[in-house]
């Protein structure tokens, strides 16, 4: 992928969302220079500029070095924050009032969400601790995520309560024959 593809990778999937495209557009640029040594030299103006401009300004702390997929679709731009430790995969979304984070442990902090693809998070929603959610997972507006999350599913409530999405016989079909083309 070339600087432009990098940079541009999530604008499709947020047409009509000027802020969400303008955000992620400063986070590619941002995470470019933070995964290449040389640019985070060259490019530690910017990435200052990136934390004053999108964290102080826009309230979303997305670090310049998390690890997210393509096609990233954020809602709303504001109150969201994440650790650089955590993992989004592709083709997600994001909205507002949304924490994405660690525990606190008796010996320090665990790790971080691993967030698969295709999973629709809501908005006011809290993910925290080491847990995984699996792909084309919906997550509900205010629940609160402390424990992995299997395909398919979508949770609701504080603590958050798992059940299978009731579309998921449709998904999984199309994700088989997706599979079995690819
Ligand atoms: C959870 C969600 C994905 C819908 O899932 P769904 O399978 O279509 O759920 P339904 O609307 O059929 O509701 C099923 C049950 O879950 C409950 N429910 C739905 N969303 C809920 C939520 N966020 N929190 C708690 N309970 C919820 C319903 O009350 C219903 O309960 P019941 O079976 O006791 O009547 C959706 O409600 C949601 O929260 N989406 C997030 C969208 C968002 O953040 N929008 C804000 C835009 S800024
Ligand atoms: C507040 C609201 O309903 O926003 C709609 C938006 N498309 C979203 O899903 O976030």
Redesign the pocket.
């Known amino acids: 992928m070339n600087f432009f593809e990098f940079v541009f990778q999530d604008w499709r999937a947020n047409q009509g969302n000027i802020k969400g495209r303008l955000i992620l557009v400063l986070f590619r640029i941002a995470n470019f220079c933070a995964r290449r040594r040389i640019y985070y030299y060259l490019g530690f103006l910017y990435l200052l500029f990136y934390r004053i401009l999108v964290e102080w300004f826009f309230s979303t702390e997305i670090p310049w070095n998390t690890k997210i997929g393509r096609n990233l679709r954020l809602?709303?731009g504001q109150a969201l924050v994440m650790t650089n430790q955590v993992v989004i995969g592709h083709n997600c979304t994001l909205?507002?009032s949304t924490t994405i984070g660690n525990k606190q442990t008796a010996t320090g902090f665990s790790t971080s969400p691993v967030i698969g693809n295709h999973v629709?998070?809501?908005?006011?929603?809290c993910i925290i601790g080491p847990v995984t959610i699996a792909d084309y997972v919906?997550?509900?507006?205010?629940?609160v995520v402390v424990k992995s999350v299997d395909p398919y599913c979508?949770?609701?409530?504080n603590p958050g309560v798992m059940?299978k999405?009731?579309d998921w016989q449709d998904i999984s079909l199309i994700d088989e024959q997706t599979k079995s083309i690819i």
């Not at 979508?154 to 409530?157: A, E, K, L, N, S």
């Open positions: 809602y709303h909205r507002q629709d998070i809501g908005s006011n929603v919906n997550i509900g507006c205010g629940a979508v949770v609701t409530g059940r999405r009731k």
